[in-house]
């Protein structure tokens, strides 16, 4: 019997997920984006989920919308190339966060955080939650 689904390529579900990412940092739902493109939301599902390739033209369209270059849709993707030139170590602590910007604790905390511009308030928030990330270590 032939399977006459394809599964998504690798790069297509990356891009997808960098799309969310952004489109999510930005608040922005995913019928905005659609209204933007000219597309159904259901369009925008596709693409994040890998499961429509997005063109070249539209690639442009979404980094100008979302205000990134193209180059941030391909950061870390998957592949041999990628991973030697950001060089191991480097490519896993982004997906840590990537994986912290996706949850929605992590995307409130980093909204709230931007918003705090002394510096001398950053640092203390920063050093408060090292204090309790050790203190749940020790747990």
């Not at 297509?12 to 493109?37: A, F, N, P, Y």
């Not at 499961?51 to 849709?73: D, H």
């Amino acid at each position: 019997m032939i399977e006459n689904k394809k599964k998504p390529n690798p790069i297509d579900i990356h891009v997808g997920s960098r799309i969310r990412l952004r489109r999510t940092m930005l608040g922005m739902s995913q019928e905005k984006l659609g209204e933007s493109l000219g597309i159904t939301f259901q369009q925008i599902q596709k693409y994040e989920k890998g499961t429509n390739r997005v063109g070249a033209s539209r690639l442009q369209n979404i980094s100008n919308i979302l205000n990134v270059p193209v180059s941030f849709f391909f950061e870390d993707a998957p592949g041999e190339g990628a991973a030697l030139a950001s060089g191991m170590s480097e490519a896993s602590s982004s997906n840590y966060v990537v994986d912290f910007l996706s949850s929605s604790e992590g995307l409130q905390l980093n909204r709230a955080f931007v918003k705090i511009t002394d510096p001398k308030v950053r640092r203390r928030l920063v050093d408060l939650v090292k204090a309790l990330a050790a203190e749940a270590d020790l747990d």
